[in-house]
């Protein structure tokens, strides 16, 4: 491919990330890409959607999402819309035969999930998602000394993250705290980053066994009003887990965890070494060997604390001894998208990271019901 032509659905505050990240990357990875062009830029209504294209750069509003779809020159749909959404586009865009990179989770349910892997099938296009957590260099590393086998067997792990932001009772309702519109609360929105993370470094889980609450069960319909909507989500979520490998773990996610800001922490136990990361001290991987020697006074033990920073092969800026931000993960998610489909490769992430994570979540929902330990599908 000579050049790839972007077209983006939906400009919120994500649809605003992307941009930002496909616009760095000619700086970031020179000449490592096609051209990347910013074709179109489809909203709501042509005022925000001439707005967008001017504050973005992109060549051209749309109001119509159709008719972004038949432009020749989108060659990639990026999918920033609200989960409900989702299925209906890229349905629409692989019969258009465009590829798509889409925001997390790939549906609503698993059903829709697997109508969308279907089709891309079908249609010969490629998915890429965004499990941007993937690509923070700390977490890189995780993943070359898990595969390189120096943690040995995995006896456990735990896995959190944790929002604030949804105590006050007088938030009002969105489409996020509508079930048929988000496909779940706490564990769709945070969870899904979590159980992709620990798939992507620890392979698949076996079975789940999940709980969700609800802590304030009524919201105002609008701002200010005393009339009140049902909220049919989760505002937290926690799961036990049984991985393929043996390992044994535990998930929680929550949107009601006072003070926490952006507080994803991983912490994975082996038979010869450990691993812990946490979001909020980005730049480093921490890492204990049980292999070293022992001694009267501890010897060569002890948990180090392992240089990341942002050591991206290939990059060109920031230098590599700069502090990590959220967007380079962004950036690096998506250039890894499109150097896959420039080379006519499948993306990873893909849409079968995006199917499993959406049949983890879904199991994890019906053993909430029931209490049960339940198996998760692969398909």
């Excluded at 480093?284 to 070293?292: G, H, I, N, S």
């Excluded at 009267?296 to 240089?307: A, D, K, N, S, V």
Aim: aromatic share 8%.
């Amino acid at each position: 491919m000579e050049r790839i032509g972007i077209g983006l659905l939906g400009y919120g505050s994500i649809g605003k990330i992307h941009t930002l990240s496909y616009r760095q990357l000619p700086l970031l990875y020179p000449g490592k890409l096609p051209e990347t062009v910013l074709e179109g830029i489809c909203t709501s209504n042509p005022r925000t959607a001439e707005r967008a294209a001017k504050d973005g750069g992109f060549r051209r509003g749309f109001t119509d999402t159709a008719e972004l779809l038949e432009q020749d020159c989108v060659d990639v749909v990026d999918c920033c819309l609200p989960n409900f959404l989702h299925r209906q586009v890229l349905l629409q865009a692989f019969a258009a035969g465009k590829h798509v990179y889409c925001e997390k989770p790939l549906a609503v349910n698993a059903e829709e999930a697997r109508q969308i892997t279907a089709a891309a099938e079908k249609h010969g296009v490629h998915v890429g998602m965004t499990f941007n957590f993937r690509f923070i260099p700390a977490l890189m590393r995780a993943k070359e000394l898990i595969d390189e086998g120096l943690l040995g067997e995995v006896y456990s792990f735990r896995a959190e993250y944790f929002h604030t932001g949804y105590q006050n009772p007088d938030r009002p309702m969105s489409w996020r705290m509508r079930k048929e519109l988000s496909g779940g609360g706490a564990l769709v929105d945070l969870g899904s980053h979590v159980i992709d993370l620990t798939r992507h470094l620890l392979g698949e889980f076996a079975s789940v066994r999940g709980m969700v609450h609800t802590y304030i069960d009524q919201r105002p319909t609008n701002q200010g009003s005393e009339d009140k909507q049902p909220v049919t989500v989760d505002d937290a979520a926690w799961l036990e887990v049984r991985l393929q490998s043996g390992g044994i773990g535990t998930i929680e996610v929550s949107r009601f965890a006072t003070g926490a800001l952006d507080d994803l922490n991983i912490e994975i136990y082996g038979q010869k070494a450990a691993l812990m990361f946490r979001l909020m001290d980005a730049n480093w991987l921490y890492w204990f060997d049980a292999t070293r020697p022992g001694g009267p006074m501890g010897g060569q033990r002890g948990w180090t604390r392992l240089e990341t920073v942002q050591h991206y092969p290939g990059s060109t800026l920031p230098p590599p001894r700069s502090i990590l931000g959220w967007t380079r993960t962004h950036a690096e998610n998506q250039y890894v998208f499109l150097k896959a489909i420039s080379e006519g490769l499948a993306p990873q992430p893909g849409v079968l990271d995006g199917l499993r994570c959406q049949l983890i979540m879904d199991a994890a929902y019906r053993s909430a019901e029931s209490g049960s330990w339940l198996d998760v599908p692969q398909e």
